[in-house]
């Protein structure tokens, strides 16, 4: 007992000592390093942090994780593997070498979720020495009368940390090589990194042959026949000893559970130790969600082929597809909350059978809603001539008619990207025929707030840059027209809790009809898994593509957790009647800066004290 009082003491001076210094404390990335000082009390104190972009525990923070992280070592002699609870939506940074995590390790689990609902929660598994050949075993998880939620609804996959070139930021003046976890994997060797010379290799097989490709240099060239696949199942894996691993566990939630508390215990096996527990519980809500209240769309470029050279260009990048891919993405879209991906697929009437066709009974097995379409294709321009204007306007009939044969409603054509004032002003005649034809108009306007005095009584929705703003939805609203929000920020942020928030929570209450953010998948450079073949572009990446379907991302996943958000908001002011409460409850919530899972839980609680429902 002395000896804990004096080890105390000893680390308090320590505390004291970095706290009078002022020096802020930054984690050691590089493995040879972290290990090199694993015996020193002082240092494995420097290392205990919590990169929260640079931000340092509190003196307090840093003794307590300590000392619980101390004692249940103490209490779990020659455990191997030390299990954290991890809140997946957080922007604090699990890397590989932070000496410790910023979490009390513990063996549970535990989720809120509703009925087909995708909802995730996460761990840290730490080594405390070399281990190889780690597994993790899921079960079905049962409640008291025997219902069941099976393993297959329970997917398990690891975070895997990379250098990206920014962060924070999807651009830059010079780029940088920066540690990111993004990458939700089931095979941990699809991805290799080099943390002493920063640099990232992927997987690939080419001409039947798998190796490894460098994607971190900027002269670099992706092989156009190169083969990428994930794993279908978790496949295992090793950590060093000190490392860090996160894992990220989603539970699709079957249609038809009664509601109640479903469990059981996850293990995490290897070769030559004792399994390790993890107790996954799960609540099932007694109520179903309501559909989004606000617009999920998303810019979206995939493309079928239909010439041989079109089908040569099919590879791993954002734009050609096979149809197998498309199907994949497109269901991944549709899980991850997008009702309406934009349609850049080409069509003309002199080519009945290209594969527009095709592209749109591929959206419609997939269970888009069809009261409007957004086209890419189409592209008004600003042309001012008679005989231009028929063309616009013949092009935009044909597109109706063939649209209307997959159920289309509304048809919707682009305007000219971000234009000035004095372009939008030039695209008037051009808008009023896309309305003489009977379709309406949808553009980016950037952050321009003079483009509601410009066009605001033409431009039927406009999608508005940064942070959503109440004054700008008011002023459109006022013109009976729509607004969307994009660049709040654009996808490939490796930040969950800023999807979550800006594109949940914060744009419903902002008074937004919803937004179309820029993009599921756009490459700069060559190729969209290096994120350093531009000077000044990361890439704009929710979902990585592979051969056959596609890699998600944390940030993928925290823009699904703020449509489901929102999804709790429509079902309060379903039982109600009304918005009053839901909007009195976000209000409050969000000018407390209260995070956004405090804030659901306010609404299912609200939920159900306003009108218990039927389990």
């Known amino acids: 007992m002395k000896k804990v009082i004096i080890i105390i003491i000893v680390l308090a001076i ?17 493995p040879k390093v972290t290990m090199q000082n694993a015996d020193s009390i002082f240092s494995m104190i420097q290392n205990y942090v919590n ?22 070592i103490r209490n779990h002699p020659g455990q191997a593997l030390i299990l954290y609870p991890w809140n997946p939506s957080t922007s604090i ?40 050949g780690i597994g993790i075993d899921v079960p079905d998880l049962y409640d008291t009368k025997g219902n069941r939620i099976p393993a297959g609804a329970i997917n398990v996959r690891l975070v895997k940390v990379w250098y990206q070139a920014a962060e924070g930021t999807i651009w830059f003046d010079t780029p940088g090589k920066v540690l990111a976890p993004e990458l939700l994997l089931k095979d941990d060797a699809l991805v290799k990194v080099d943390y002493i010379n920063k640099t990232n290799y992927l997987k690939v097989t080419i001409n039947g ?47 038809n559970l009664p509601a109640g508390e479903y469990s059981g215990e996850i293990s995490i096996t290897t070769p030559s130790e004792a399994p390790v527990m993890m107790n996954l519980q799960v609540t099932v809500l007694p109520f179903d969600l309501e559909p989004a209240p606000i617009e999920y769309s998303i810019f979206y470029f995939g493309l079928l082929p239909y010439s041989t050279s079109e089908k040569l260009k099919v590879g791993i990048d954002g734009i050609w597809k096979s149809p197998e891919k498309y199907a ?64 616009l306007k013949n092009k935009i009939k044909m597109w109706k008619t063939f649209t209307a044969k997959y159920g289309y409603r509304d048809v919707y054509v682009y305007g000219i990207d971000e234009a000035t004032d004095s372009v939008l002003q030039s695209e008037r005649p051009a808008w009023q025929a896309v309305h003489d034809s009977g379709a309406k108009v949808y553009v980016a306007v950037s952050n321009n707030y003079n483009a509601v005095t410009v066009v605001g009584d033409i431009l039927d929705t406009a999608i508005f840059a940064d942070t959503p703003n109440t004054t700008q939805a008011a002023a459109w609203h006022g013109n009976g027209k729509r607004i969307l929000s994009y660049a709040s920020p654009e996808s490939g942020t490796d930040n969950p809790v ?8 914060s744009l419903w209450n902002a008074g937004y009809d919803g937004e179309m953010i820029y993009a599921y998948q756009s490459g700069f450079g060559q190729s969209i898994w290096n994120d350093f073949d531009d000077p000044h572009w990361c890439d704009h990446v929710f979902a990585y593509p592979t051969s056959d379907s596609v890699i998600d991302t944390i940030q993928w996943e925290g823009f699904r957790e703020g449509v489901d958000d929102t999804r709790y908001v429509a079902s309060l002011i379903k039982h109600e009647g009304n918005d009053t409460t839901a909007r009195a409850i976000v209000t409050d919530s969000l000018s407390r800066k209260e995070n956004m899972a405090t804030l659901r839980e306010k609404i299912i609680n609200q939920i159900l004290i306003s009108q218990p429902p039927k389990p």
């Open 93 to 132: 940074k699990v890397l590989p070498y932070n000496f410790e995590v910023p979490a009390a390790p513990a063996n549970n689990l535990s989720i809120t979720a509703s009925r087909n609902q995708f909802e995730a929660a996460s761990f840290i598994i730490t080594a405390q020495k070399n281990v190889s």
């Open 51 to 72: 990169q929260e972009y640079k931000k340092v525990l509190t003196n307090f923070e840093k003794l307590t994780y300590f000392l619980l992280n101390t004692v249940y």
């Open 498 to 505: 800023i999807y979550r928030q800006n594109y949940g929570f």
């Open 328 to 391: 994949a993405e497109l269901q991944n879209m549709k899980d991850h909350g997008i009702a309406y991906p934009t349609f850049y697929q080409g069509y003309s009437s002199e080519v009945p059978d290209g594969p527009a066709n095709l592209a749109l009974t591929l959206r419609s097995q997939t269970g888009f809603p069809t009261d409007k379409i957004y086209l890419g294709d189409v592209v008004t321009g600003n042309p001012t001539t008679a005989t231009d204007l028929t063309t």
């Open 14 to 30: 320590l505390f004291s000592f970095i706290l009078l210094s002022h020096n802020e404390i930054q984690q050691n990335i590089f």
């Open 209 to 255: 042959t798998e190796q490894y490709i460098d994607i971190s240099n900027p002269a670099g060239t992706f092989p156009s026949n190169a083969q990428i696949h994930d794993a279908q199942s978790l496949q295992p894996f090793s950590l060093q000893a000190n490392e860090n691993k996160q894992i990220w566990v989603t539970v699709h939630v079957p249609d």
